[in-house]
Structure formats: C-alpha cells, structure tokens
C-alpha cells in the first residue's frame, strides 16, 4: 500500500513540477487557437477547458489503462515504477507536445507534423502506421465490448448482432459534428471513468486486500522478460501513441493554448493513477501474479474485469464493470475511426464540411473494420501494441525536431529526445524478440535494440548542432 500512495503523489508532483517546466520549454501564449480562428461547426468547435479535458482522457483511456494495467501487472510491481515515470517523463511530455504542436499547425494530425519536421518519408511512414493503429484500435475496441454484451444477452448470433450496433453507433460518432455527440456524452463516461477507478481503490483498500510493494523482480509466471514486454504491454497509462492521433483532434477545440498543460498533460497523468489502480487491484485480488495470469488467459480482459469489480465492489461493482468495458472501448474506439478520417482528409484534400465527404471517407474504413473483427483478439492486440508504441517513438522524435528548430534553448529538446531514444529501443528490441516479429533471442534482440537507439540519440545530437548552425532559430513568439 505504501508504494501505492508513493507512486500517487509522484503523480501529483510530477504535474506540477515537470508539467510546469514542460509547458516552459514549449512556451503557450495568447494567440489565436485553430477553434477560434477555423470554427466550421463539424471538427473545428471551441469548448470549455472542463469539458475538453474529460473528453482528452477518455479519448485516450478507454479500457487501455484497464487491460493494459492488468497484463502488465503480471509482471509485479515494478509495473508501478514504469506507470509513474513513463507517464510523467515520457507519456505527459507526447502528448502535450504534439497536442501543442497541433494547435501551432492548424491542428494538423501526427503524421503532417512529421512530414513537416522529420520530412516526407516520414510523413508518409506515420500515414499508414496511424491509420493502420487507429483501424485497428477501432476493431479492437468494437470486438471487447460486442464479446461482453454477449455474454449478457439471450439472443443467437449475438455477438454479431452487438458488433453491428457498435459499427453503426461509430459511424454517427465519426460523421457528426464533434460537439453533438462526443462533447456531449464524454464528459460524462469520463467522470464515470474516474468514479470506476475510485470505487475499484476503495474496495481494494476497505476488503484489506493485500497491495504488494515495489520489487524490481519480475514476477510474470510465464517468464516474459521486463524489457522490452512490459513497456510494450502497459502503454495507456505510461505513454501510447495512440494518444499521438487523438491530441490533434482536441487541439482543434481548445479556445487558448495555455489550457493545454491542464488538458493535454493532466489528462495523460489522470490516465497513469486510473492504470495504478487497476494494477494494484488485480494482483490484490487474485493474490500472486499467477493467479491474475490464469484468469486472464481463462476470462478474458473483460472476464477478468468483470470479476474484479464484481468481487470488489458486489452488485455494484457489476454495473460498473459493465459501463467500464463496454462504454470506455466503444468511445475511444469512435474518436479511432474519427482522427482516421481526419488523417485521410489531410491525404485527399476534402472539405470535411460537406456529409458526403465525411461518408466516402468513412464508410469503407468501418467496412474493414467490420472484417477484422473475425479475427482473433489476442492477435490484434499483439499488433496494435507494438504499432502503438512505434508510433510514440516517431512522434516523440517530430516533437524533438520541432523543439530543436523553434526553441532558443539548445537543451530544451531533451525533454523529447531522451524518450524518444528509449523508446527507439523498446519498439526495436520487441519487434526483434515478439512472436509477431523476428523471435530473436536476447541475446541478439538487446544489442540491436540498444544499437538503433544510440544511433538515433547521436543522429539527434549531430541534427541539433547542423539545425542550429545553419538557419537563426524561431523564439518562442514564432509559429
């Protein structure tokens, strides 16, 4: 329990202080945002700080910090360590970044920001490793919630019955202006999010559930090595780069860029206290690792949900469970398939005001989709994580490019850069090790992960010095 409360207050402090001094490195002021000044009623829309920051986190919560936290969990509690310091020093950083970066651009997505910091090959790399993650994050995110009303509902082919009623409620979402059906229903899924998490702590704590302390020994039965799995494993919560697509997409409703901290950055560390306390709380509940590990593999994420709130918290934990992993997915899936839609818009030049634009984009991203869903979970899940985090990776080395050319300071862009090495080497090292990759051992996997990521730190370092050599650099009062 005590690692527990520790690892909260880091949290708190944590935005405080290294939210501050990120928020000084970009340096917000009071121009113009994309809402106020490309108002177009569709995608375009001011709202109020509260309200962007509720629908921010559960764009990018959804059941990630849920089933994420329980998988990594498996790994012990050095799982705490990785929630606290990737979202502080590297989750808050990407998505504050990019979400600030967006609102200097028009609110552009990732992957024109690329395009217009790391160059063309890049621009187009992050097109199709974002609409690919966010396709399948859609899918993921419709197959989890259609599998539990399932089990819920008496009728025949039921869960291809609730799969297409999650399909059709995407495609509302997706077309509709942002404002009528996401500004209006998130704030409130998002306080029941946070409501979830609370009532899960209070029974883990008040049911004298045994919270194990911080270890640096990894306890996953099945012998998954820390590095790189877990950080792989356990991305919502410490960094992800889903959140990389969904930042642009409240960039584009903020009404002044000095919220952004409080949106952007406390969403993500709102996130990381939501996975600590899930991680807490399965270990608590089933009392090893192994335990956790075996309902996973027999119930299922949702199962396993299910079963700790409804042993948790009894009838109410039920309901709760019920909202948490049915709701949570099917909105983030939405705003998924949405930011896609807005990423190929950029790639097509369409004015998304008209409907019928929003409808040829859509409707064969959701037709896709709707395939995917036959295949098998796990097997989705193992891509998206690994295609997450990739992302991060580049995202987080197009906020170092952009740091280095529009910041007066010549230290200011390691903020970016020294996760972004690290996660350089997560996404290499798994790729080179994971059963969807090369299965490599570790002996072979570890050099060349740390090898790329070195290459990339001291390309970075040979970029700053050539970058700030040859052309004056912006001060903060630029674009």
Known sequence: MVSLVISFLLLIVGYRVYGTLVERTFGPDSRKTPAVALEDGVDYVPMRN???????????????????????????????????????????????????????????????????????????????????????????????????????????NDRLIWIVVILAYYILATLLPIDKVIGKLYPVFGVVLILMAFAVLGGTFFGRYDIQELTLENLHPDGLPVWPFMFVTVACGAISGFHATQAPMVSKCLTSEKAGRRVFYGAMLCESMIALVWAAAGVAFYGTTGGLNEALKNLGQSGTVYEISHGLLSGVGGVLAIVGVVVCPITSGDTAFRSARLILAEMTHLDQKPIRNRLFLTLPMLAVAAVLTQLDFDVLWRYFSWSNQTLAMIALWTVTSYLVRRNSSPWASLVSALPATMMSGVSVTYIMMAKEGFRLSQSVAYPVGASFAALCFMFYLYARVRIRSQRPVLRRSGS
């Open 50 to 156: 509260w309200r962007a920051f509720l629908v921010e986190l559960l764009n990018i919560a959804g059941t990630g910090p849920i089933f994420g936290a329980l998988m990594g969990a498996c790994f012990g509690p050095v799982v705490f360590l990785w929630i606290v310091l990737g979202g502080i020093l590297a989750g808050g950083v990407h998505d504050f970044m990019v979400g600030m970066i967006s609102e200097r651009h028009e609110g552009k997505s990732i992957a024109e920001l690329s395009g217009i910091y790391l160059g063309t090959v890049a621009k187009w790399v992050m097109r199709i490793f974002s609409i690919v993650l966010l396709v399948l994050t859609g899918t993921v995110f419709v197959t989890s919630p259609a599998g539990l009303l399932a089990q819920l509902t008496p009728w025949e």
